[in-house]
């Protein structure tokens, strides 16, 4: 290090070259030393050796230049102050490489710096300090690209796991900006992530849409499982959605579920509660095992337990009652209770039960099924409009369509009606003790009593009647061409009393028996289209038939029994079949004997009798007798009973004796006497007693012969 003034003096030669030497050693080391030249020119180099820094004199040879600095420490150097460039282009870059003049950088305008690789434009910093690269910005795994003062926001890919991040390590958000934004697959062929400004979010599953936001809230597509919530309360296992939903449960508490704004807010220790709505069990306190789905729901409920709604406002008045079931739109909407009570009422159907409000025990299903009952009990309607229109009928039955629609009892009244079928009893107001059943069964009675009507159509026209049966199809009235009012009367089978009106105290059991009876009353009439033939009954009173098709003529007090017979006139009893010679018949307000057809017209063959007379009669034995006991007859006979040890009848009977009878018919051979028959089965003999009169009259007849023949001749003996 040295430094000279760079002035060589007139001298002698070795003070010349020692002050030679001193300038040449100056100039080799740039005037080095730790102060400036004392003497210095223009454009003069100086290293400061204190500071290692390298200056040049400036051109005014008034100040120092700094030019650089040398790390003497690592042997490098380090400039100092500017450096000018001219502005070069893309192909000739201002600052270049000798072996590679392709790549360097360059002016691009005012304040645009450009840098260049391959000949091309690779780097831009504009004068707003943004960059612009013409290809990809590439960082090493796990070296970070980091933004902020206090490296906040960090991308980087992480070797290890091969997971890449974006990390907000800050205290604030990370937000994402965009119109539109979306989350994609690797290969860009799926979405995963859709969200559109003013628009919906949509989650995808390979591809397929399955969770979108809408305007109203979330669309969902497929199935929603959960592995089980619990949330914010003191309780166990409890799940809470909306504005204050049960915001009171305390410890104790458990198993509940409130959802919807103020759901179950009051709820504090009950269990195994569900309020699902606005405002759904709002106020159950204590209260265990209600279900409530719907706004307003049993929103007034605090210690009633064990109710079901479902729908809107139903059970929406009651506090203490339990045990209900209200299922539609308003279903017991007004059901209130001050004190606990098992109310256990049913109502299912839109409306349905809308009015009750201390009834129990009330069983309702159908769109405005019993809609207008309030304290009565013990009902049950199954069908729209079934029981629509009463207010405190209780323990009826009303199964179908308008079934019992108009009772109406306004005071509390043990109605007890039972109506199954389509409009079956619709028309009934005040009558009690009525069952129908079957489509428009008693369709048109209002205030009758104690009357069975089963059938379609049974009983249809009846209005006022009482303590009627009427079984089957249009049975007892039910095409009748005016109103029925006839009561007890019992009409079994198809269009049995099919026009009854006015008649009354009549039975009639079989399909079209008594089918025309309009006014006539105490008939009896009992078989197949009993009643109908030849002359219809439909206003005589007081007959009995029995048979098919049995025929009484429009009479009265006529009794007939057999299949098609036709009575023979007013208080007669007849019996047989037909309308011909098979009768038997009794005017029994005359006498006591049996008439039957002996009308020559239905006879053949006709010869005197001659082996059934008198000698016949002579061999009968007439006896007086008495009756066994059961216990003292053959055990062999069908009616034996040893513990039967007395007769029925202990007195002393007059007769004859089967078997003898027989024995004289075969002794005077006779064969086909209907007077002795043996009975098939058994073997017992009997007799016909009135059947003797025929073999008497003949014996009466061969005495009075001899008779003739005697006086003949003891007038002949005498002399006349």
Excluded at 77 to 92: I, K, N, P, Y
């Amino acid at each position: 290090m040295s430094q000279n003034d760079f002035t060589i003096a007139n001298q002698g030669f070795p003070a010349f070259r020692a002050d030679l030497n001193s300038a040449l050693q100056a100039l080799a080391s740039n005037n080095s030393g730790a102060t400036e030249p004392s003497t210095m020119f223009a454009n003069m180099w100086w290293y400061d050796s204190a500071n290692n820094i390298m200056y040049i004199r400036n051109e005014d040879n008034d100040a120092w230049i700094k030019f650089a600095e040398l790390d003497q420490a690592n042997d490098k150097f380090v400039l100092s102050g500017t450096l000018q460039l001219d502005d070069g282009t893309v192909s000739a870059p201002a600052l270049t490489f000798n072996s590679d003049t392709n790549m360097g950088i360059y002016r691009g305008g005012t304040d645009i710096l450009k840098f260049v690789t391959a000949g091309t434009d690779a780097v831009t910093i504009d004068a707003s300090q943004d960059v612009t690269l013409a290809g990809s910005l590439n960082f090493a795994d796990n070296e970070k690209a980091i933004f902020g003062a206090g490296s906040d926001l960090q991308i980087y890919h992480d070797g290890a796991s091969g997971a890449s991040y974006i990390a907000e390590t800050g205290a604030s958000n990370l937000i994402l900006l965009g119109t539109n934004f979306r989350v994609n697959n690797a290969g860009n062929t799926q979405s995963m992530i859709v969200a559109d400004d003013g628009g919906y979010v949509k989650l995808h599953y390979a591809g397929a849409g399955k969770f979108e936001t809408t305007s109203t809230g979330i669309d969902v597509t497929g199935t929603v499982v959960s592995d089980g919530m619990s949330t914010n309360t003191a309780g166990t296992s409890n799940f809470i959605a909306g504005v204050n939903a049960g915001n009171s449960i305390v410890s104790g508490g458990n198993y509940n579920v409130a959802v919807g704004d103020e759901a179950g807010t009051a709820l504090t220790t009950g269990d195994n509660n569900v309020a699902i709505g606005f405002e759904a069990g709002k106020t159950i306190n204590t209260a265990s095992l209600n279900t409530l789905i719907g706004s307003y729901c049993g929103r007034l409920i605090d210690t009633g337990i064990e109710n079901v709604g479902l729908g809107y406002n139903v059970l929406g008045a009651d506090v203490k009652g339990s045990n209900s079931v209200a299922i539609g739109s308003k279903a017991l909407q007004v059901q209130s209770f001050s004190g606990a009570t098992s109310a256990n009422n049913t109502a299912v159907g839109h409306n349905a039960g809308k009015s009750v409000t201390t009834g129990i025990q009330n069983t309702l299903i159908g769109s405005l099924a019993g809609d207008a009952l309030s304290d009565a009990d013990y009902n049950v309607a199954v069908g729209s409009g079934a029981l629509s229109a009463d207010t405190k009928g209780s323990r009826s039955v009303a199964i179908g369509y308008n079934a019992l629609a108009s009772q109406n009892f306004t005071s509390a009244t043990q109605a007890r009606n039972t109506a199954v079928g389509f409009s079956a009893g619709d028309t009934l107001t005040t009558g009690i003790f009525n069952t129908f059943f079957g489509y428009n069964a008693g369709g048109d009675l209002t205030d009758g009593e104690r009357n069975i009507l089963v059938g379609v159509d049974s009983a249809a026209k009846i209005t006022t009647a009482d303590d009627c049966i009427a079984i089957g199809y249009r049975s007892g009235g039910g095409n009748a061409a005016s109103a029925t009012t006839g009561h007890d009367n019992v009409c079994i089978g198809t269009d049995a009393g099919l026009v009854l009106t006015t008649g009354q105290f009549n039975t009639i059991l079989g399909r079209s028996s008594g089918n025309a009876v309009t006014t006539g009353s105490s008939n009896i009439l009992i078989g197949y289209e009993c009643g109908t033939g030849g002359t219809p009954l439909n206003t005589g009173s007081e007959n009995v038939i029995i048979g098919n098709g049995g025929d009484s003529g429009n009479g009265t007090q006529r009794l007939a029994i057999g299949h098609s017979v036709t009575t023979v006139g007013d208080n007669h009893f007849t019996f047989g079949k037909g309308s011909g010679n098979d009768r038997v018949y009794n005017q029994f307000t005359a006498n006591a004997s049996w008439t039957r057809v002996s009308d020559e017209r239905y006879k053949k063959e006709i010869t005197d009798n001659t082996d059934c007379g008198l000698a016949f009669i002579n061999d009968l034995r007439p006896v007086t007798f008495k009756w066994k006991a059961k216990s003292e007859i053959d055990s062999s006979l069908p009616d034996y009973d040893a513990n039967k040890t007395t007769a029925d009848h202990t007195e002393k009977m007059y007769g004859l004796i089967a078997q003898e009878v027989k024995q004289a018919l075969d002794n005077h051979n006779i064969t086909d006497f209907a007077g002795h028959d043996i009975i098939e089965d058994s073997g017992i003999q009997a007799i016909s007693q009135e059947m003797f009169i025929h073999p008497l009259i003949k014996a009466v007849q061969e005495l009075s012969a001899k008779n003739d023949a005697l006086e003949a001749r003891i007038a002949t003996l005498e002399g006349e």
